[in-house]
C-alpha cells in the first residue's frame, strides 16, 4: 500500500479527505495557548486575537518523535509505503524534524515542498495521481514529485502590511509609506523562501487583474491540470475577479479556490491572495 501524507500547511481542506492523504497539523500559540492547526483553531481566531491583544500568535513545527509517532499510525507493514511533504525547510524546521524521523522507516519518503500553502498541495495532488494510476512504485513518485519541485509557482499579494510588520518581516517606515502609498507588495517562493515581486499600487479589487497578468507573463508555461486561488479571507469580489482572469489567460481543467490555514495566516495576516499552479507545461501521469 503507498500512502500519502502532509502537514497541514498544503490548504487541501476537503480534498485531504477525498484524495486519501493524511495530515499532521502543525501548530499555532495564541499568548498562553497551543492549538493544533485546522483542528481546534480557525483563521478568525487569528484576527480576533491579533485584535484584542495587538500581538502575532506564533507557530511550532511538530518534533522528530511526533513525526515518528505518525508515521508509524500509517505504516502498519514492511509492506506499506508513505510519501510525506512538508511547508519549505527554509521556513520550518517541519521539513528537518521529518526527514530525521523518516530514517527510523524501511519505506518513508520525506518530501521538502520547498513552498508552502497550495504550492505544496500541487504536489500532493500530483503524487495522487500517479499513485491512483497504479503504474508507479513510492519510490518512482517520490522521484518523479522531486523532478517537479522547481516549476512550482507560489505568488500572493498582500492587502495589509500589519502582520508583516509586527512580525518583524518589514521596517516601520516600509510599512508605513505601503499604507500610505496604497501599494500591496506580491510575495514570490524562490528556493523555498520568501522573496518580494512586483509591488502594485490601488485597492485589491483595483489590482487583482494587474497581479495575474504578471504572474502569467512571467510564468506563461502552466501545467493546465489544475490551479489553485488560495487566501486568507480575501473579499469574494477580489476572488471572483482573479479567477476571471486566470480565466481569459488559460483553460484550467480544475480552479480550486481554498482558504489558507490558520499556520499561514499567522504569517501574512488578512486578505492575502494569490494564484499556485505548477509551471511546466501539460504534464502526463
Same mark, same amino acid.
Request: glycine letters at 6%; one cysteine or more.
Given at each position: 500500500?503507498?500512502?500519502?501524507?502532509?502537514d497541514?500547511?498544503?490548504?487541501?481542506?476537503?480534498? *485531504?479527505e477525498?484524495?486519501?492523504?493524511r495530515?499532521?497539523?502543525?501548530?499555532? $500559540?495564541?499568548?498562553?495557548?497551543?492549538? *493544533?492547526?485546522?483542528?481546534d483553531? @480557525?483563521?478568525?481566531?487569528?484576527?480576533?486575537?491579533?485584535?484584542?491583544?495587538? $500581538?502575532?500568535?506564533?507557530?511550532a /513545527?511538530?518534533?522528530?518523535?511526533?513525526?515518528?509517532?505518525?508515521?508509524?499510525?500509517?505504516?502498519?507493514?514492511?509492506?506499506?509505503?508513505l %510519501?510525506? *511533504? @512538508?511547508?519549505?525547510?527554509?521556513?520550518s524546521?517541519?521539513?528537518?524534524n521529518?526527514? %530525521?524521523?523518516?530514517?527510523?522507516f524501511?519505506?518513508?519518503y520525506?518530501?521538502d515542498?520547498?513552498?508552502?500553502?497550495?504550492?505544496t498541495?500541487?504536489?500532493?495532488?500530483?503524487?495522487?495521481?500517479?499513485?491512483?494510476?497504479?503504474?508507479?512504485s513510492?519510490?518512482?513518485?517520490?522521484?518523479?514529485?522531486?523532478?517537479?519541485?522547481?516549476?512550482?509557482?507560489?505568488? *500572493?499579494?498582500v492587502? @495589509?502590511?500589519?502582520?508583516?510588520y509586527?512580525?518583524?518581516?518589514?521596517?516601520g517606515?516600509?510599512?508605513?509609506?505601503a499604507?500610505?502609498?496604497?501599494?500591496?507588495?506580491?510575495?514570490?517562493?524562490?528556493?523555498?523562501?520568501?522573496?518580494v515581486?512586483k509591488?502594485?499600487?490601488g485597492?485589491?479589487?483595483?489590482?487583482?487583474d !494587474?497581479?495575474?497578468?504578471?504572474?502569467?507573463?512571467?510564468?506563461?508555461?502552466?501545467?493546465?491540470?489544475?490551479?489553485?486561488?488560495t487566501? @486568507?479571507? /480575501?473579499?469574494?469580489?477580489? %476572488?471572483? !475577479? %482573479?479567477?476571471?482572469?486566470?480565466e481569459?489567460?488559460f483553460?484550467?481543467?480544475?480552479i480550486?479556490?481554498?482558504? /489558507?490555514?490558520s499556520? $499561514?495566516?499567522?504569517?501574512c495576516?488578512?486578505?492575502t $491572495?494569490?494564484i499556485?499552479?505548477?509551471?511546466?507545461?501539460?504534464?502526463?501521469?
Open positions: 500500500m503507498i500512502y500519502i501524507s502532509s497541514s500547511t498544503s490548504d487541501l481542506y476537503s480534498l *485531504f477525498t484524495r486519501n492523504i495530515t499532521l497539523p502543525l501548530v499555532v $500559540i495564541l499568548g498562553e495557548n497551543s492549538y *493544533f492547526d485546522g483542528v483553531v @480557525t483563521p478568525d481566531d487569528i484576527y480576533s486575537f491579533v485584535k484584542k491583544n495587538n $500581538i502575532l500568535p506564533k507557530t /513545527a511538530r518534533s522528530v518523535e511526533e513525526h515518528k509517532e505518525f508515521f508509524s499510525s500509517i505504516i502498519k507493514s514492511d509492506e506499506d509505503s %510519501i510525506h *511533504f @512538508t511547508i519549505s525547510g527554509e521556513i524546521v517541519t521539513a528537518q521529518a526527514a %530525521i524521523a523518516a530514517k527510523a524501511k519505506n518513508v520525506v518530501v515542498g520547498k513552498s508552502l500553502s497550495t504550492g498541495g500541487l504536489l500532493v495532488l500530483y503524487a495522487c495521481d500517479l499513485r491512483d494510476s497504479g503504474k508507479y513510492a519510490k518512482e513518485i517520490y522521484e518523479k514529485v522531486l523532478a517537479r519541485i522547481p516549476f512550482v509557482e507560489a505568488s *500572493f499579494f492587502d @495589509t502590511m500589519e502582520y508583516l509586527k512580525g518583524g518581516r518589514c521596517s517606515l516600509a510599512s508605513f509609506f499604507t500610505a502609498l496604497k501599494l500591496k507588495p506580491s510575495l514570490l517562493l524562490k528556493d523555498g523562501k520568501i522573496v515581486g509591488k502594485f499600487r485597492t485589491s479589487v483595483n489590482i487583482a !494587474k497581479y495575474v497578468d504578471n504572474i502569467f507573463e512571467m510564468y506563461p508555461n502552466p501545467d493546465l491540470k489544475r490551479i489553485f486561488i487566501h @486568507t479571507s /480575501a473579499e469574494p469580489e477580489v %476572488i471572483e !475577479k %482573479i479567477r476571471q482572469q486566470v481569459k489567460h483553460k484550467f481543467e480544475e480550486y479556490v481554498t482558504v /489558507a490555514s499556520t $499561514i495566516t499567522s504569517h495576516g488578512k486578505g $491572495i494569490g499556485l499552479f505548477i509551471n511546466d507545461g501539460n504534464h502526463e501521469i
